[in-house]
């Protein structure tokens, strides 16, 4: 079965470091997103993506975050200086489109900022 | 700000049983509602999805939505152990691809044995 595929698994980074999470996505999926579940809480949603160009963004995604598709099949979150409080799992997640939102969610990866 | 309720639970069912799950949501404008099952430091997977009112039977799994009542529950029939986890509802405003899910932070549910 086609997954969502994510590296890497764990991250551990120093405050203020930049740090690239990288995710690829199910192959005929047309929309790609960024989520994100501090240790306790509610997914929270950061970004969807789709033909290149940023479809929708929260509150959360501030300039210290982009997202790229470097090629046809990676889709990467940058987080340019890491806080402590962007410590958390972030999952990235594809849906096909087609009107409807069933997204389906890779494995994550584990932010730590020390 | 947009909302998605859901008691935190635990709720603990013994094997065999119905077990309910219920979810509220602030936006009336909400065009589509899925119930995500997540194991612990494991990804949302999602398990069912509802757009119009009713009830929509899968399995074991029926979602029921009262978008009158901003409400939306699981049942699940004949809980097994391996259904142990926590449920995550999500809401999108826009039933559109593309656009953000609300998450609720999830009951946790214990099916003992």
Redesign the interface.
Known sequence: EPEVTQTPSHQVTQMGQEVILRCVPISNH??FYW?RQILG?????LV???NNEI??K?EIFDDQFSVERPDGSNFTLKIRSTKLEDSAMY?CAS??????????????TQLSVL | QKEVEQNSGPLSVPEGAIASLNCTYSDRGSQSFFWYRQYSGKSPELIMFIYSNGDKEDGRFTAQLNKASQYVSLLIRDSQPSDSATYLCAVNTANQAGTALIFGKGTTLSVSS
């Open positions: 047309l929309y989520y809480q509610k997914v929270e949603f969807s993506f789709y479809s929708e929260s999952f849906s096909e489109g087609r009107g409807s939102e069933k997204l389906f969610f890779g494995s994550g």
